[in-house]
């Protein structure tokens, strides 16, 4: 395995601990070697300290010294740049140097996307990307892109090199346990999927809400901004795996061929008009004053959106999307609000606290699935009263059971398992979405970008939206579902 970007941020803080924690738990191929391919000068006993530094940072996971020497074995470093062949020349010698024979390769690119399209020409051109009973795989970080027409025209360049099942473009959502389980919810139970349509639901929300700020990186997020950074990818990959119909078998291609199709039957907001009606941005206090931010930046960091499926399923169920940055808490949930039953079986004066069925997943933190739904109030002739039953992965796996993103996806691309990573035709149909509300928010008449308090749950424009159509943002926590307004 070689690590393009192996000095940088992403390889110390999730890579290598998530190789790791693999490695103790028997998960890696016994015979694997990683090589870190980076611009600065290391040895590799300078990049085996810097990655310990790392993972006394980072780590989840308590480790011992002899764990470390076994694992670390493995690692070595090589100096290079990704924009000159004779760097890649040499990297194809070393490799071969270590593995003594005809051997399998992964390449994860763990670098600015501006040298992406470079390192993959150059693993053409030294022909380290020919499958010769070997294969040969690589693995691109995020953003793909950074609109339609240069996710179109990084796909024709890697395709030149690479076939599509070459190919793993990370989304890392799709490597959590709660996200993955969103299919499992769906499709290894029967009392769900019955209920999971336009006749029964009455709207879904996505919230992906971050406590944090723009830290370090308010140069990249400032050219950016949350449409980008989280809707194009994340929240439309939930959103996909929530509305998308069963797929003809848990493989790779099976699932996004169903992603794909749902995510093509998306009502584009491609005029001002659906921009002002289904369409908030706003900016956190604050955030002109952070580090490499430009003073005069209206770069949204929250945004909701109010989307429509135009399928048989979804006709007409509002899908509400949201996320930002220094809200109130750090929570990422998929909400499923019921309809109300056809009528009011109960005098209507027991029934005032009645609220419609709703099922939350909780993808982070505290992980689980809570139903909320009415019962009887003891001792009353009629009274209801609304109740919960959760499921919290920590109560029934143990509370250190759910590993990071990193590891699954890591594996499953060692594996040759496509199914958590995105694909060539589903990138584009999510830009193709993103494209036309980037480019009317550029435009004059569009809404300007609101202000709201840090620590908030977002902008008062976001509220009415809902209210508009007499809902609330909700949010569940243990034991309570309540509104964000
Ligand atoms: C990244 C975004 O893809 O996801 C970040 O670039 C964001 O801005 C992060 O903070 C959120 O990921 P998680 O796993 O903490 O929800």
Not at 131 to 137: D, G, I, K, S, V
Request: glycine share 6%.
């Amino acid at each position: 395995m070689v690590i393009f970007g192996a000095s940088g941020d992403l390889t110390a803080r999730k890579l290598i601990p998530s190789l790791f924690n693999s490695c103790r738990k028997q998960r890696l191929p016994e015979d694997i070697n990683i090589i870190g391919f980076g611009g600065s000068p290391l040895t590799d006993e300078e990049f085996k300290n810097h990655l310990l530094e790392g993972l006394a940072k980072y780590a989840a996971f308590r480790f011992t010294k002899e764990q470390w020497q076994f694992f670390s074995r493995r690692l070595s470093y090589l100096q290079g740049s990704y924009a000159d062949l004779e760097s890649f020349k040499k990297l194809d010698t070393a490799l071969k140097k270590i593995e003594g024979g005809p051997a399998n390769r992964l390449f994860y690119l763990a670098t600015p996307p501006t040298v992406f399209a470079n390192i993959i020409d150059l693993l053409g051109e030294t022909r380290q990307l020919e499958e010769n009973n070997f294969w040969r795989r690589v693995v691109i970080e995020k953003p793909f892109g950074t609109d339609l027409a240069s996710a179109k025209e990084l796909n024709q360049k890697i395709h030149r090199v690479l076939d599509e099942d070459q190919i793993y473009r990370i989304d890392h959502y799709l490597g959590k346990e709660t996200v993955q389980n969103i299919l499992v919810i769906r499709f290894a139970n029967t009392i769900f999927e019955p209920l999971w349509n336009r006749n029964y639901v009455d709207h879904v929300q996505i919230t992906v809400a971050e406590s944090v700020g723009v830290e370090h990186r308010g140069g990249y997020y400032d050219n950016v901004g949350v449409l980008r950074d989280m809707v194009q990818n994340h929240l439309l990959q939930l959103l996909s795996l929530v509305a998308m119909e069963p797929p003809a078998s848990y493989t790779g291609n099976a699932l996004r061929n169903e992603k794909v199709k749902v995510l093509s039957a998306v009502q584009p907001i491609n005029s001002l008009q659906a921009v002002v009606n289904h369409t908030i941005r706003a900016q956190y206090q604050g955030y002109l004053d952070e580090p490499n931010i430009d003073p005069a930046s209206t770069t949204p960091t929250y945004t909701a959106l109010r989307l429509f499926i135009n399928n048989w399923r979804w006709q007409g169920v509002p899908f509400y999307l949201r996320s930002g940055k220094k809200l109130a808490e750090k929570s990422t949930q998929i909400i499923v609000q019921f309809k109300e039953p056809p009528m009011p079986m109960f005098p209507l004066s027991s029934c005032q606290n009645c609220t419609p069925n709703t099922l939350v997943l909780y993808l982070q933190p505290d992980e689980g699935i809570h139903l909320r739904f009415e019962a009887k109030v003891p001792d009353t002739v009629a009274e209801t009263s609304s109740v919960d039953m959760e499921f919290h992965y920590a109560d029934s796996f143990g509370p250190s059971a759910i590993p990071e993103a990193y590891e699954r996806l890591l594996l499953d691309a060692l594996q040759g398992d496509t199914s958590l990573f995105t694909r060539a035709d589903e990138v584009e149909t999510t830009w193709g979405l993103i494209d036309p509300i980037l480019n009317i928010w550029e435009q004059d008449q569009a809404p300007p970008v609101s202000i709201y308090p840090s620590g908030s749950w977002g902008p008062e424009e976001a509220n009415r939206m809902l209210q508009q159509d007499h809902r609330d943002w909700l949010i569940g926590s243990k034991e309570h579902i309540r509104h964000t307004t």
